[in-house]
């Protein structure tokens, strides 16, 4: 497809009155995000105040600095295959990465499905990560009344509070974070009012790290924040407010560690299965596997809800611990199952193609033989 190719795309997302204009309206000054496309879904909506120029009639915007705005016209699809045409014919010079921000209490995943799954967009775009704005002063009644709010945390890679200036009660506010760490372990929770938090810190969440410009697993799998917090019982109801939690606890973060070499029949038929059964429940899967039939080269898999990126063979074992680690984040998704369904395939490898059909009437059976 060329050079520039595949293009990372960030997702912005967030609660209703979350400050993500503000946001985008000052990451769109850093120089690191000249050449980014915003996808935005309401021009009317959103006022990239210091930076429009004439609206042209095709719906794209050319900002003062080389950047882009257009509007979702039709499918998130077609304005991303617009994008890539206007790069091919030479109408857009460079893309560095595109910003698509989701309206309000969207629910993300279908927004995620249309970057990973497209056949045409799977080659031109890549999805870096997902940034989710949580407003410090309403962030726990609107956790309290929508389940679509506890999903967007669950997805997030990077968790922005804004308005933390504006919460009065301290206590309140301590309680959102520790709430949004238990929810999403694994994401980076960072303050919208922190200098820190600019471009270097919201972007670049794929398994590359600009930094280092190597994989680096433990990152991208969110384990190095996950170790920080170590994951409560979902039945852990602090400070006597468990009857507004109620949707938290639907949403669960799990890590399947298995240590040694998996077949990638075994594997595949796992997912399979998986996606099959539960794929509503499963919000986001990261994994790195070790394979029977390439142990020096694990694969990495992504994927969200039903859709998974093609998998990806990375050319060596970037941090020199080997096995098969996946991390789902899952919305009323039974721990046993999957534990047990993970265990069948990876302590089973003798689980030939012939047993689908039993597995597929009961999967607990033979994960429990």
Same mark, same amino acid.
């Given at each position: 497809?060329?050079?520039?190719?595949?293009? *990372? +795309?960030?997702?912005?997302?967030?609660?209703?009155?979350?400050?993500?204009? $503000? !946001?985008?309206?000052?990451?769109?000054?850093?120089?690191?995000?000249?050449?980014?496309?915003?996808?935005?879904?309401?021009?009317?909506?959103?006022?990239?105040?210091?930076? !429009?120029?004439?609206?042209?009639?095709?719906?794209?915007?050319?900002?003062?600095?080389?950047?882009?705005?257009?509007?979702? /016209?039709?499918?998130?699809?077609?304005?991303?295959?617009?994008?890539?045409?206007?790069?091919?014919?030479? /109408?857009?010079?460079?893309?560095? /990465?595109?910003?698509?921000?989701?309206?309000?209490?969207?629910?993300?995943?279908?927004?995620?499905?249309?970057?990973?799954?497209?056949?045409?967009?799977?080659?031109?775009?890549?999805?870096?990560?997902?940034?989710?704005?949580?407003?410090?002063?309403?962030?726990?009644?609107?956790?309290?009344?929508?389940?679509?709010?506890?999903?967007?945390?669950?997805?997030?890679?990077?968790?922005?509070?804004?308005?933390?200036? %504006?919460? $009065?009660?301290?206590?309140?506010?301590?309680?959102?974070?520790? /709430?949004?760490?238990?929810?999403?372990?694994?994401?980076?929770?960072?303050?919208?009012?922190?200098?820190?938090?600019? +471009?270097?810190? %919201?972007?670049?969440?794929?398994? #590359?790290? *600009?930094?280092?410009?190597?994989?680096?697993?433990?990152?991208?799998?969110?384990?190095?924040?996950? =170790?920080?917090?170590?994951?409560?019982?979902?039945?852990?109801?602090?400070?006597?407010?468990?009857?507004? =939690?109620? =949707?938290?606890?639907?949403?669960?973060? #799990?890590?399947?560690?298995?240590?040694? *070499?998996?077949?990638?029949?075994?594997?595949?038929?796992?997912?399979?299965?998986?996606?099959? $059964?539960?794929?509503?429940?499963?919000?986001?899967?990261?994994?790195?596997?070790?394979?029977?039939?390439?142990?020096?080269?694990?694969?990495?898999?992504?994927?969200?809800?039903?859709? !998974?990126?093609?998998?990806?063979?990375?050319?060596?074992?970037?941090?020199?611990?080997?096995?098969?680690?996946?991390?789902?984040?899952?919305?009323?998704?039974?721990?046993? #199952?999957?534990?047990?369904?993970?265990?069948?395939?990876?302590?089973?490898?003798?689980?030939?193609?012939?047993?689908?059909?039993?597995?597929?009437?009961?999967?607990?059976?033979?994960?429990?033989?």
């Amino acid at each position: 497809m060329g050079s520039g190719f595949p293009i *990372p +795309v960030s997702v912005l997302t967030g609660f209703l009155g979350a400050g993500k204009t $503000t !946001l985008l309206n000052r990451l769109l000054k850093d120089p690191a995000l000249a050449d980014t496309a915003v996808i935005i879904n309401e021009f009317g909506e959103v006022a990239i105040d210091h930076l !429009l120029v004439e609206q042209s009639s095709d719906g794209i915007i050319q900002l003062s600095d080389g950047c882009l705005c257009c509007t979702v /016209r039709g499918e998130l699809v077609d304005t991303l295959a617009d994008l890539v045409d206007r790069l091919q014919t030479g /109408r857009i010079a460079r893309l560095a /990465r595109v910003i698509v921000e989701t309206t309000g209490l969207a629910d993300p995943a279908p927004v995620l499905q249309s970057i990973m799954a497209h056949p045409a967009l799977i080659q031109a775009f890549r999805l870096d990560g997902v940034i989710t704005l949580v407003d410090a002063v309403n962030g726990n009644a609107t956790l309290d009344a929508h389940v679509e709010a506890v999903k967007q945390v669950a997805v997030a890679d990077r968790i922005v509070l804004s308005k933390a200036d %504006l919460a $009065t009660d301290p206590n309140e506010l301590e309680m959102l974070r520790a /709430r949004l760490r238990q929810i999403n372990p694994g994401a980076e929770l960072l303050d919208a009012g922190d200098t820190e938090t600019g +471009v270097a810190a %919201l972007f670049d969440c794929g398994l #590359y790290n *600009p930094a280092t410009k190597s994989a680096d697993v433990r990152r991208w799998l969110g384990e190095e924040a996950a =170790h920080d917090h170590h994951h409560h019982d979902g039945h852990d109801h602090e400070h006597g407010h468990d009857h507004g =939690h109620r =949707h938290d606890q639907r949403v669960r973060s #799990y890590s399947l560690v298995h240590d040694g *070499p998996v077949p990638f029949s075994a594997i595949e038929m796992f997912l399979d299965l998986l996606r099959s $059964t539960h794929g509503e429940r499963l919000l986001r899967m990261k994994g790195v596997i070790e394979l029977e039939e390439d142990p020096s080269r694990p694969l990495v898999i992504h994927g969200v809800q039903k859709i !998974l990126h093609p998998p990806v063979q990375l050319p060596s074992w970037p941090d020199g611990q080997r096995g098969t680690r996946l991390v789902l984040i899952t919305l009323d998704m039974p721990e046993d #199952y999957i534990r047990r369904l993970f265990a069948a395939f990876a302590n089973r490898p003798s689980i030939d193609t012939p047993d689908r059909a039993a597995l597929e009437n009961n999967p607990l059976a033979i994960a429990g033989r």
